[in-house]
Each structure stands twice: as C-alpha cells, then as structure tokens.
C-alpha cells in the first residue's frame, strides 16, 4: 500500500530548462511533505519542504508546490544544472511522530 | 567532518549469520533512526530511538534489534541473517519535531548488505 507515489521512474531535461517532479499521496492527515535528494553511493539530503497549510514554499532555484485537493505536490528546479542529476525522493509525515513515507523516487538526468 | 557515520560500507555475509552495522551522528541530534531500502528501492523506516528510547518500531522481524548506548549511538544487530535481509541499510538523524513541524533527517551513507 503505496502511500506516497512517484509515477515517472526517470526523467530527463535540458540543462537550463524547467524540472518538474511529481508526487501524489494517499494519506489525507500527512501535514509535511519533503523532498529528498540522493546521489549514487550516498544517502539522500534533504532539499526543501512544506506543510499543509500552505500550497508553495521557495528556496533558490527549487519550489514545491502542493494541491491539497488533488493530492498531489511537485517539485521545480529552475534553471536545471548539470549537478541536479540525481534520484529525487518524495516523502510525508504526519502527527508527532517524524516517521517520513518515502515514494519510490524519481531519477532526474539533466542532458547538456 | 562527517555528520552521520555508519560502518562498515560493504558487508557480504552467509545466511545464517549474526552482524551489526554501527552508526555514530555528531550534530547532537535528539533522534535517531534505521532505514531500509530493498531491492524495489523503497525506503521504509524500521526504527526510531529519542534520546536512547525506541519510539517508532514498524513490522520488522524480532531478528533485528536496534541497540542505543547513547544519544549518539544507534546500531543495529541482525540475527540469523536471511537472503530477504539483502538490502541498503540507511541510518539517520535530526532534532525532535518542533512547533513549526518537523525538522529535517540527516541521512549516513548506508550499509549495502548482501547475504549469500
């Protein structure tokens, strides 16, 4: 039972255009949602996050935008950089507890 | 200076086997937890441990036991070590949840476990 879904398995883009990553969840009382970046061989680093009270948070070049009515939150990378290639992991959390679902991941090549 | 730290990196071992993998944060983080990401590459938490106390136990076999000596310390013990247990194992940590939600989990390395 797949709570958090990433549908695309990769995704490629030109360096310098727009990165758009998608999610959608199940789980309606999820109050956080986070993005998480991994490269081969490391463990994923947080990379931007936002709560359910509101649908956009900005940092730099990343926004994460969240539909609460359709379930549904994504991540922009804009312009997109070599360097971003990597697996990009959406995860959520609900309650007191920090337990973060994580989706399977989506893998983002950035093509010169 | 490495934040979160798991040792070893590698562990290829026989079915049957007992083995500890071992993680050490130094950002003074009130929690810590073990992650396993299988094959699927799902990333699913085992384990959660506040201040040397277990609060997240998820449906893991009773063959694995998380051990905290200290606030620093997490480790993880695997008994009788099966071929399903092949997987990367990710050890993390951050402060506990505050008013304005969540704070973010520092991830180590990870452990690739491979039973044969």
């Known amino acids: 039972d797949q709570q958090v879904k990433q549908n695309s398995p990769s995704l490629s883009v030109q360096e310098g255009r727009i990165s758009i990553l998608n999610c959608d969840y199940t789980?309606?009382?999820?109050?956080?949602f986070l993005w998480y970046k991994k490269y081969p061989a490391e463990g994923p680093t947080f990379l931007i996050s936002i709560s359910s009270i509101k649908d956009k948070n900005e940092d730099g070049r990343f926004t994460v935008f969240l539909n609460k009515s359709a379930k549904h939150l994504s991540l922009h990378i804009v312009p997109s950089q070599p360097g971003d290639s990597a697996v990009y992991f959406c995860?959520?959390?609900?309650?007191?507890?920090?337990?973060?679902?994580f989706g399977k991941g989506t893998r983002l090549h950035i093509l010169p | 200076d490495t934040a979160v730290s798991q040792t070893p990196k590698y562990l290829v071992t026989q079915m049957g086997n007992d083995k500890s993998i071992k993680c050490e944060q130094n950002?003074?983080?009130?929690?810590m937890y073990w992650y396993k990401q299988d094959s699927k590459k799902f990333l699913k938490i085992m384990f959660s441990y506040n201040n040397k106390e277990l609060i997240i136990n998820e449906t893991v076999p009773n063959r694995f036991s998380p051990k905290s000596p200290d606030k620093a310390h997490l480790n993880l013990h695997i008994n009788s070590l099966e071929l399903g247990d092949s997987a990367v194992y990710f050890c993390?940590?951050?402060?506990?949840?505050?008013?304005?939600?969540?704070?973010?989990?520092?991830f180590g390395p990870g452990t690739r476990l491979t039973v044969t």
């Open positions: 950002l003074g983080h009130d929690t």
């Open positions: 993390a940590s951050s402060q506990v949840r505050g008013a304005s939600g969540p704070y973010e989990q520092y």
């Open positions: 789980n309606s009382m999820f109050d956080y």
């Open positions: 995860a959520a959390t609900s309650g007191g507890l920090d337990k973060i679902i």
